[in-house]
């Protein structure tokens, strides 16, 4: 499975980006599927992760009411709309995937990973 991150970007507080994320491969729309982000000097977290089967949503609590994360299984493709940005949002974003059943906020939950976007918001 190979993942293709895209849709990052620079933009002022209070603004909104929508990152895309695109499998390829041996996908399946029953894959986890997640969003995690590192700023600098920081550990990898948890932002955002869709189950496939059941599309259950989760999101970790800094970013809820503000993000969406949704599927498009047609295209294997997995967004992440993020809605009134604020400077402490700024990382490095990364889609995974993994074959196994439900979501997951653990990293190690992921087999798959893309290369990561840049997501810049400034104040």
């Known amino acids: 499975v190979q993942l293709q991150a895209s849709g990052g970007g620079l933009v002022q507080a209070g603004g909104s980006l929508r990152l895309s994320c695109a499998a390829s491969?041996?996908?399946?729309?029953?894959?986890?599927m997640g969003w995690f982000r590192q700023a600098p000097g920081k550990e990898r977290e948890f932002v955002a992760a869709?189950?496939?089967?059941?599309?259950?949503?989760v999101y970790t609590d800094s970013v809820k009411g503000r993000f969406t994360i949704s599927r498009d299984n047609a295209k294997n493709t997995v967004y992440l709309q993020m809605n009134s940005l604020k400077p402490e949002d700024t990382a490095v974003y990364y889609c995974?995937?993994?074959?196994?059943?439900?979501?997951?906020?653990?990293?190690?939950?992921?087999?798959?990973w893309g290369q990561g976007t840049q997501v810049t918001v400034s104040s």
């Open positions: 491969g041996r996908t399946s729309s029953n894959y986890r």
């Open positions: 995974a995937a993994s074959a196994r059943y439900g979501s997951s906020r653990s990293s190690s939950g992921y087999d798959y």
């Open positions: 869709i189950s496939g089967s059941d599309i259950t949503t």
